[in-house]
């Protein structure tokens, strides 16, 4: 019996050892059925410092702003800290829900700016929550299939679409936007959101079920590099999912100074990683997500957009041709789901102009092809996002029709 005893308390602190040895690095020792982003592509991403600025900040002061959303500020240290574009401080917000092990991450929007194209949100404070109370926000909507969600809520104000990782000496940008002082654009969306996904780990460390989503400059972000940074902090473990609302990721390769202005202000471009070969700063943007769910086996990604989004035609350069607009969202979009038919699927509306839908009264309301968004949202979130595309078995459970609205719905252009 003493030697029982003792020969399971040898295995169980020898498995201590090893769940602390392998935190958000270990994987799925079943190689018939990996799980999350393989450690080759993990390497890749830390050689090329997608990870360098987690665990690097904590807020300076964490205070309720009401309808249980704290708001946690950190210390921009000179500039070496979570920063604005302008220099001001930055903030993070959390909200603690029924459901612990539900959290959502959402990256706010607010523009681009680069060289001489200066329209981006600049203040942390002119999107603080609390917010309206509709769409993914009301959490009181039996309709809403976020309402039990923890949130780690980000304000944009980085001008990088939270990517960038540079500064820019730069007066007219002052000039341009009312404060003479601000001689230095602070283009630093990768520091931001590390030290948010930091925050999201200490404040909802048993988070099994992970969503980020982003709208606009937001929904860009979350197509970029946030997934990697949850990885990275959560592990291969948790559930990971992407809503991208209204990012079209999608480059206009015509318009080739913005683009080469943007990849040299934000400094993107050295996250790639190595074995990326199609990740081009000059490029298509939506190559990252390529090389994602080539590497990560169990994320799911979802992408909303209207075909004649007015906004994101007026950022790509293409505002007075919808058409070049559609043709280059659902074709570039279209190779994604293409190639993971089962985990990337597209909510694309037809003859429509608005821009965004998650935090609207739209969320509730907008059809693709006679499906409801919210429908679609709360199929996708309960899918079993199979990694084999070939896999077409069905199980019986509670949740198949739900699951069955989770599909890559485009609606044919009107004429």
């Not at 969503?211 to 979350?222: K, N």
């Amino acid at each position: 019996m003493q030697l029982r005893n003792m020969t399971r308390l040898i295995l169980v602190g020898l498995t201590l050892m090893v769940v602390a040895a392998g935190g958000a690095w270990a994987h799925d020792d079943d190689d018939d059925n990996p799980k999350g982003l393989n450690e080759d592509a993990l390497n890749e991403l830390s050689d090329a410092g997608v990870d360098k600025y987690l665990g690097q900040f904590t807020p300076i002061a964490s205070v309720p702003v009401g309808d249980g959303w704290i708001k946690h500020t950190f210390d921009p240290d000179g500039g070496n800290g979570p920063i604005c574009i302008a220099g001001t401080p930055y903030s993070v917000f959390t909200r603690e829900g029924k459901k612990k092990k539900k959290l959502l991450i959402f990256e706010q929007g607010g523009g681009a700016c680069w060289q001489d194209f200066y329209n981006c949100n600049v203040l942390s404070e002119a999107q603080e929550p609390p917010a309206p109370p509709t769409g993914i926000y009301n959490f009181n909507s039996k309709d809403n299939p976020f309402r039990k969600h923890s949130i780690v809520y980000m304000p944009y104000c980085d001008g990088s679409v939270f990517s960038g990782d540079n500064d820019v000496f730069d007066p007219a940008f002052g000039a341009a936007i009312g404060v003479p002082s601000a001689v230095v654009r602070f283009h630093r969306g990768l520091r931001n959101q590390s030290a948010a996904l930091d925050l999201a780990q200490a404040t909802f460390p048993k988070a099994k079920k992970i969503t980020v989503a982003g709208a606009s400059a937001g929904g860009v972000g979350v197509a970029g590099f946030t997934p990697f940074l949850v990885r990275f902090v959560y592990g291969n473990k948790v559930d990971l999912r992407v809503f991208n609302d209204a990012g079209p990721v999608t480059v206009n390769l015509a318009a080739t100074d913005d683009i080469a202005a943007r990849a040299a202000d934000w400094q993107f471009g050295q996250f790639y990683p190595a074995s990326c070969t199609g990740c081009d700063v000059m490029g298509q943007a939506t190559e990252i997500i390529h090389w994602r769910l080539d590497n990560d086996a169990t994320i799911c990604e979802s992408f909303y957009e209207t075909d004649s989004d007015v906004v994101n035609r007026f950022f790509l350069d293409l505002l007075f041709d919808p058409a070049g607009f559609r043709d280059l969202v659902v074709s570039e979009h279209g190779l994604l789901n293409e190639a993971h038919p089962n985990r990337y699927k597209r909510f694309i509306v037809a003859g429509d102009t608005s821009h965004t839908a998650l935090q609207s009264p739209l969320f509730n309301t907008q059809e693709a092809n006679g499906v409801l968004l919210s429908d679609w949202t709360a199929a996708f979130l309960k899918d079993k996002c199979k990694a084999n595309d070939d896999d077409d078995d069905d199980d019986d459970d509670d949740d198949d029709d739900d699951q069955s609205l989770w599909i890559d719905i485009v609606e044919d252009a009107l004429p």
